[in-house]
């Protein structure tokens, strides 16, 4: 691997990112434990309750928990500059950020006013910190990485995302204050192609080369994808809020650009597996796996989308917006998540323990290997019990009954055992240290 371009000096100690990274599987235990206390009815629409608490358990507990401690790690590895205080705020963000999570999905799927309303100023509170933080440490970066742009860019959509998200929460806290239904849409595309998407983009331009031994993305996918994309965002939005307000038919032109956002994110999961198929090295690599499935899904939603928009009444009867929702979610962006964490988490306890012996000037033998560190079998293992649930769960959303059960028990294992890899890698460092 290549590490010539990365600042590892500037690296924060391992505690910064570590705690979100070894917390966030757990929401996905909780997760499968909803649907099992659910149970099939759960599913039976994207505006139940009991849904919407467990997709804010994977996309807020699973998703975003690993993205914070992930732009912890990489903003000074791959742009050079430090988080302001970084252990101090990561640690504030991700205790509060744990608290707003439980009492969001708690509220939403219970319909508990009480925990929506301790929800709200925790969640605002703790995303406005984190965004504060890293954006104060954007600034200050000087090169032009196309990594770092495009971080600039999911930050903006996470902040829209969250103040739609928040003005949501509270049409649910207080049906009064004007809860709409027709904001929805714009929370999820800024949360989920805005905040998901482009980060996601932005550590695959880096990550991927790296890590998979790949040549590099074309440069003119590089320069211009990202920013295309929330150009894209932002003129869905304006369009959206025109047709609402002012009632202007412009069901149209939103068309348009909702095609131009799917050809988009095909060329990026095209080229993506064009790239790994032509890679240099051939060993199996569960990574690998993870980032198969998760360009696949990607595809598979846009066909989903295009079969969606020509035939909305076949759309209706076999549920495809849940599942899409589905592929988005479980299959892309948790698969991509989970295949780099069986990278960065490795990574991070080979640098720290290299860098601590130095420090000692101890010699550096005896420390594990990245792939000793997680062994190449349980993560194999671990996958395919994830792959299994994800597709059990896509089947379960058209046959339910005993299929929601079975995918909630595959995510309580799939999520556990991922938990229990990534402790498992962390207890090295553990290890070495107190015996340094």
């Given at each position: ?105 708690t509220g939403l799927a219970w319909q508990s006013k009480f925990t929506l309303i301790l ?219 989970s295949g780099m964490l069986y990278k960065i988490v490795p990574f991070l306890v080979w ?86």
């Amino acid at each position: 691997m290549n590490y010539t371009q990365l600042s590892l000096d500037q690296a924060p100690p391992i505690e910064v990112p570590i705690r979100f990274l070894l917390t966030a599987p757990w929401f996905g235990v909780a997760a499968g434990l909803l649907l099992l206390l659910f149970g099939p009815g759960s599913i039976e629409s994207r505006w139940n309750p009991e849904l919407l608490g467990i997709t804010h358990l994977f996309t807020l507990g699973v998703i975003s928990m690993i993205m914070c401690g992930a732009l912890f790690q990489l903003l000074p590895v791959l742009a050079g500059v430090t988080v302001p205080q970084a252990d101090t705020v990561s640690r504030w963000v991700h205790g509060i950020l744990v608290a707003g999570i439980l009492c969001l999905a708690t509220g939403l799927a219970w319909q508990s006013k009480f925990t929506l309303i301790l929800a709200i100023p925790l969640l605002g509170l703790t995303f406005l910190v984190f965004m504060v933080a890293i954006g104060l440490a954007l600034i200050r970066v000087k090169q032009r990485h196309p990594s770092v742009k495009a971080m600039r860019y999911a930050i903006v959509a996470l902040f829209i995302a969250v103040t739609v998200g928040l003005m949501l929460a509270m049409g649910h806290a207080w049906p009064g204050q004007g809860f709409s239904r027709a904001m929805t849409p714009m929370h999820v595309l800024w949360g989920l192609l805005g905040w998901v998407g482009l980060l996601v983009m932005s550590v695959a331009y880096q990550v991927v080369p790296m890590f998979q031994m790949t040549a590099d993305y074309p440069s003119l996918m590089t320069r211009w994808l990202v920013p295309g994309l929330l150009s894209l965002l932002l003129g869905w939005t304006l369009v959206m809020l025109l047709e609402q307000v002012f009632a202007m038919p412009l069901a149209g032109l939103a068309r348009v650009i909702e095609v131009v956002i799917t050809v988009a994110l095909s060329w990026f999961s095209l080229t993506t597996l064009w790239l790994q198929h032509h890679r240099r090295r051939r060993l199996p690599d569960v990574t690998l796996a993870y980032w198969r499935l998760g360009m696949i899904s990607l595809l598979l939603c846009t066909l989903l989308w295009l079969v969606m928009q020509l035939q909305p009444a076949l759309a209706t009867g076999f549920k495809l917006d849940l599942l899409l929702g589905a592929f988005f979610v479980l299959g892309f962006s948790t698969s991509v998540i989970s295949g780099m964490l069986y990278k960065i988490v490795p990574f991070l306890v080979w640098l720290h323990l290299h860098r601590s012996l130095q420090i000692r000037g101890s010699a550096l033998g005896g420390i594990p290997n990245m792939k000793q560190i997680i062994p190449e079998r349980q993560a194999r293992m671990q996958y395919r019990v994830q792959l299994i649930a994800v597709l059990i769960m896509c089947l379960a959303l058209e046959w339910p009954g005993w299929l929601v059960y079975a995918a909630g028990i595959l995510f309580i294992l799939a999520w556990g055992m991922l938990g229990r890899n990534l402790w498992q890698g962390y207890s090295i460092y553990r290890r070495f240290k107190l015996s340094a």
